[in-house]
């Protein structure tokens, strides 16, 4: 196999979801090597600790070259440390761009090695997002079909 280079895959997954997990299937076989790295934000309140979001992304990493890890900081630190040169990112729709656009300035001011590479998720996941789960969870206490894989699913129910 042909070096391809590192990059990593940076979010709160919060939880992750299938179009998380497209984008790092389609990641995985772009690049060498893939770190998926759940991060820990002050800023945010996530639903699920972070031991247990790190639990759910490595159930759902079928990927050979793609590796879990748990990072707080900077994430252009992290990236850093993991030698990455590479942040993968997604765009669902129009109204990701903006938040991602001024992601990807910062990160280039402060880390100008890295190059931010945006992968799409398939179509029919466009909609799906860890906010929009959490409403579910929350609201109805259960996730619909087509959100998160079974086995997620099960993982969640497990710990709620």
């Known amino acids: 196999m042909v070096d391809r280079k590192v990059a990593i895959y940076p979010g709160t ?3 992750v979801h299938l179009g998380h997990i497209d984008v ?3 990641a995985s076989r772009i690049f060498s090597r893939v770190i998926w790295a759940v991060g820990t934000n002050p800023v945010k309140n996530p639903m699920f600790t ?6 759910m992304v490595s159930i759902a990493n079928e990927f050979p070259n793609v590796k879990v890890v748990q990072f707080t900081g900077f994430l252009v630190d992290c990236a850093r ?7 993968v990112r997604s765009l ?6 903006e938040n991602e656009f ?22 029919e996941h466009f909609h799906i997002s860890s906010t929009v789960i959490r409403e579910q969870i929350m609201i109805r206490g259960m996730i619909d079909d087509g ?10 129910k497990k710990i709620r």
Do not use: C, H, T, W
């Open 102 to 123: 001024q992601m990807s300035l910062n990160n280039k001011k402060f880390a100008p090695e890295l190059i931010s590479v945006y992968l799409p998720a398939r179509q």
């Open 24 to 26: 790092v299937r389609d």
């Open 147 to 156: 959100y998160v894989p079974e086995n997620i699913r099960d993982f969640i």
């Open 92 to 97: 669902r729709m129009a109204m990701d761009f």
């Open 13 to 15: 997954f919060d939880p």
């Open 50 to 55: 972070a031991g247990d979001r790190i639990r």
């Open 81 to 87: 440390a993991m030698g990455a040169e590479f942040i």
